[in-house]
């Protein structure tokens, strides 16, 4: 018989093996239970402190223990007659990691929106653009669904953050109909390429794909550009710009709850992430 290789995004049979493994070893409450309380100790912990915690005894302790042990989830170590029982800080990211590989989390993404309506024209913003740039912004905040902001910042603010190159406007018949922005997340070199996205579409331009001319743009200009994280921040309300950013091969890391106050409410947002695979962003 022979074999051949998983078609593309398929998880590897050794990949699916370990992860198989690992999630055996904690299909077991007891296990789970451990892991946790041996996670969230600020210092290795002892077999018997363990054993009080959780109200078990010494021997099913030490078995499940062992268990962890194995997989790598722990690590024991002696000292003297004493066992002590640290987590394996690489199971912290190991093991989500495991987890969205199986979900299809981490499968590969789209590059960007595909589907873009020939009538929009995205180029550079001019400095005659920012009334419309502004008034637009005044649109989103209207929406309650679009940013924190109560009201539009200035052009001297916004033009002071946003990164040249990175800025967009999104033309339909020479009318300003959207625009789109990227900023740096951080004055460290270690997050140079780093950006936060904003995009914005005009009241009377939505519906029509204006977002997804402005995001296309967007995220092949930064893969060029030596971007290799872009990251955003969504109202789980705002079900059309996360299918927007989902198409474009953002991958939601997590929703941040009560975030923030929004007009005397707190308000959760999603967290969206989205990694290059070009080699300009990675070098």
């Not at 989390?105 to 740039?133: G, I, K, Q």
């Not at 004055?187 to 995009?199: I, L, M, N, P, Q």
């Not at 200009?221 to 705002?238: V, Y």
Request: hydrophobic share 40%; net charge neutral.
């Amino acid at each position: 018989m022979t074999t051949t290789a998983p078609p593309p995004g398929l998880i590897a049979p050794h990949d699916a093996a370990t992860y198989a493994e690992w999630f055996a070893c904690l299909a077991e409450p007891t296990r789970v239970r451990l892991l946790h309380a041996v996670a969230i100790a600020s210092k290795p912990v002892t077999v018997g402190e363990l054993t009080e915690q959780l109200g078990i005894s010494q021997s099913t302790c030490s078995h499940h223990l062992r268990k962890l042990s194995e997989v790598g989830f722990v690590s024991l170590r002696k000292q003297g007659t004493t066992t002590l029982v640290s987590v394996n800080p690489s199971c912290c990211t190991g093991l989500p990691h495991a987890a969205d590989v199986v979900m299809g989390m981490l499968a590969p993404t789209p590059c960007c929106p595909t589907d873009v309506p020939s009538d929009v024209l995205v180029r550079d913003l001019r400095p005659d653009d920012w009334t419309a740039v502004r008034r637009i912004y005044a649109e989103g905040i209207a929406t309650g669904d679009a940013t924190f902001e109560t009201e539009v910042p200035t052009r001297a603010d916004l033009d002071a953050k946003w990164l040249p190159g990175h800025r967009w406007i999104a033309e339909v018949d020479g009318q300003v109909a959207g625009w789109a922005a990227a900023t740096a997340v951080s004055t460290r070199d270690c997050y140079s390429g780093v950006a936060e996205t904003s995009v914005y579409v005009g009241e009377d331009h939505r519906g029509r794909g204006v977002g997804k001319a402005l995001l296309r743009k967007q995220v092949t200009a930064a893969d060029a550009n030596g971007l290799w994280t872009l990251q955003t921040s969504i109202f789980p309300e705002n079900r059309a710009s996360l299918a927007l950013h989902h198409s474009a091969g953002y991958r939601t890391l997590g929703v941040r709850d009560r975030i923030a106050r929004h007009y005397g409410q707190w308000r959760d947002t999603v967290f969206l992430e989205r990694r290059s695979t070009s080699k300009a962003a990675v070098q």
